[in-house]
């Protein structure tokens, strides 16, 4: 699962294409390479594993003479098959080192079609299901690169996008995809290929996202796309980018997580400001408004981790404001179950990239069977929001660290406002509605109010960052919010945590508990609130640490071992301030703990593999 970065010019590239890897390695980090190709069959490569920097070194070294160089191709590499090594990091490349090839995705079926290929005589160097791919190349080779990618395409299972090279006809690129994201981006005589449409953002004005099934050439200057039917594509719509780039610099922050949750309040505001009328109490948002037209009986969520933990949350709100029932499924599960598409469901996929390729694959289930699709998605042209039938963005910006913080606030926010526009649709207690909507005007103070408390969270989060096993309860609305935060310990400190119904406790884990198992118990002012002092006692009466996210008004400070405490707030919005207040914790742990924050080790940002 990587990054491919290509770029077709007659102008040297180097220093440009380093760049880019250095502003999109946080999405994946194994390894990291460039070629650089000319028209006297004469090419440069350079290959490094792990950070980007090491790659920055030895191309420093490179004393060859690249300015009539031509194609530059760029890759960055998270492993899935295969450690991480050279050999198996890419371009890979044919036994005539005559094709070299980057791909992103996963064949489905390299086992078998390298056996074949072993029979053939065919060697390999590295692990990688790209190899074969490459080797297909060779072996199936006939007229050209277009003609043979087709003839491949057939007996290949699942997810790619490909860039290809054929030294022989060194002018020629040629790039095909299925599953995997691909955006062909346009300069002036320029051309470039990019698995995310954010890279091109402030590079070229036009670009065209290509769809499964298509392949382009590009030769003499100019570009054509054909489908695998060899059927010329002469109408593709052209489209431009319309935001700017937003600053990817991390200032005087120590990490980009940290910068990220400092955005959080801003990004609330952003994701509301322009959706809600304060002064006639109204949703403004013409997406929503057609929402609202649609006979919707039910509502089914289908998202990845930390969104699936947003639609978790969300469902409260869809049942108990909007009186919807409400399911929310992983979206690796969902592929396998049964289906009951309905039309009176909506079905709504929740993702930060828009390019997950679990929640894709869900999407395409739910519309090949005709059901209405609704997608919070922050990556403005993902594929996912190119395929579903009505979308909002969360406008949480470039989210540049691994893990989630204020996307997921993003997208709470951009589901709360659903809830509230099918709630008010309903006609359903006005009051309450006013309630949240009167709330919800300057809540941006609110988790300001929670940053200004960092150095208190910190404190505490350092008195617990030896703990190697933790739990994190909460209840009903913030049950999820508990999840999220189990996940995102795991994912920052590599310490051991798992999350829980409050009530659960004592049903099982319980049992776990002891001296150095400490408990994070959330328990602001909610309808909850004396349920979980139950809980409380379980785990004190056996003199076992607790520490208790409350609100300021709490009664019963002492009862806990400690406290962190966040802003007073009506129930429904609890969840913004708890997620900014453990976003704090947990990175704080971290920092104790000397971890790579940005980047944890085994994970990349964006999973476009199943
Ligand atoms: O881009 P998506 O929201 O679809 O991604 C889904 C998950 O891969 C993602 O939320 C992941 O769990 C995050 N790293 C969690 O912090």
Redesign the pocket.
């Known amino acids: 699962m990587c990054w491919i970065f290509a770029y077709m010019w007659e102008k040297e590239a180097t220093s440009f294409l380093l760049n880019w890897l250095r502003k999109l390695e946080y999405r994946w980090y194994d390894s990291a390479w460039i070629v650089e190709i000319n028209n006297a069959w004469d090419f440069y490569l350079e290959k490094s594993v792990w950070k980007v920097w090491n790659l920055v070194n030895l191309v420093e070294k490179n004393e060859k003479d690249l300015t009539n160089y031509h194609i530059w191709i760029a890759h960055t590499r998270w492993a899935t098959h295969g450690w991480v090594t050279l050999e198996n990091c890419h371009p890979h490349y044919s036994l005539n080192k005559r094709f070299f090839l980057v791909h992103n995705g996963i064949i489905e079926n390299y086992i078998e079609l390298k056996k074949s290929l072993i029979k053939d005589w065919y060697t390999f160097y590295g692990d990688t299901d790209s190899e074969v791919l490459v080797k297909l190349i060779e072996k199936y080779f006939e007229k050209d690169l277009e003609y043979t990618i087709k003839k491949i395409t057939k007996i290949l299972e699942w997810a790619y996008a490909i860039a290809v090279i054929d030294r022989e006809n060194p002018d020629v690129l040629v790039w095909a995809k299925i599953g995997s994201p691909l955006v062909l981006g346009f300069g002036q005589k320029e051309f470039f290929l990019s698995s995310d449409p954010n890279a091109l953002n402030q590079t070229c004005n036009n670009f065209i996202p290509l769809e499964d099934g298509e392949i382009v050439i590009i030769k003499d200057n100019n570009f054509n796309i054909f489908n695998f039917n060899n059927e010329l594509l002469a109408d593709k719509e052209y489209h431009e980018f319309e935001e700017m780039e937003e600053e990817r610099w991390k200032w005087d922050y120590a990490h980009y997580m940290l910068k990220e949750i400092y955005e959080i309040p801003y990004i609330f505001k952003n994701a509301i400001a322009w959706r809600i009328n304060y002064e006639k109490d109204e949703i403004k948002s013409n997406t929503l408004a057609k929402l609202t037209q649609e006979n919707i009986k039910k509502i089914e969520i289908i ?5 699936y933990n947003a639609g978790l949350t969300a469902a409260t709100w869809f049942e108990e404001l909007a009186d919807l029932p409400t399911q929310v499924h992983m979206s690796t599960e969902f592929k396998y179950k049964k289906h009951f598409i309905n039309q009176k469901t909506l079905y709504v996929f ?4 828009g ?2 390729a679990d ?1 894709l694959e869900c999407l395409k289930i739910v519309k090949n069977k005709w059901g209405l699709t609704f997608w919070v998605v922050n990556v403005v042209w993902s594929s996912i929001a190119r395929l579903t039938d009505m979308w909002l963005y969360t406008h949480s910006w470039t989210e540049i660290w ?3 913080t204020k996307a997921f606030i993003g997208q709470l926010t951009v589901l709360l406002l659903m809830s509230l526009a099918l709630w008010n649709s309903r006609n359903l207690e006005y009051l309450k509605y006013k309630e949240i909507i009167w709330a919800l005007e300057n809540f941006d103070e609110k988790i300001n109010e929670v940053l200004k408390r960092a150095d208190k969270i910190k404190a505490i989060a350092l008195r617990y960052s030896d703990y190697k096993n933790m739990f994190f309860l909460g209840r009903n609305l913030l049950y999820p919010i508990a999840m999220e935060w189990s ?2 310990l795991k ?1 920052i400190t590599y310490h051991h945590s798992e999350a829980y119904s409050s009530g659960e406790l004592k049903h099982g884990p319980l049992s776990l508990i002891e001296e150095n198992f400490p408990t994070v118990l959330l328990n602001p002012k909610t309808k909850l609130y004396d349920k979980n002092i139950s809980t409380l006692k379980e785990v004190g009466a056996r003199e076992w640490k607790v520490i208790w996210f409350i609100t300021d008004w709490d009664k019963n400070k002492d009862l806990y071992t400690d406290i962190v405490e966040i802003p007073d707030t009506i129930e429904e919005l609890t969840p913004f301030l708890l997620a900014t207040t453990l976003d704090l914790f947990a990175y704080y742990i971290a920092l104790n703990l000397w971890r790579e924050i940005d980047k944890p080790r085994n ?1 990349a940002k ?2 476009t593999v199943e």
């Open positions: 998202a990845s981790w930390t969104s929740i993702s930060q990239s390019e997950t929640s691994v893990a989630s996940l995102k994912e994970l964006s999973v």
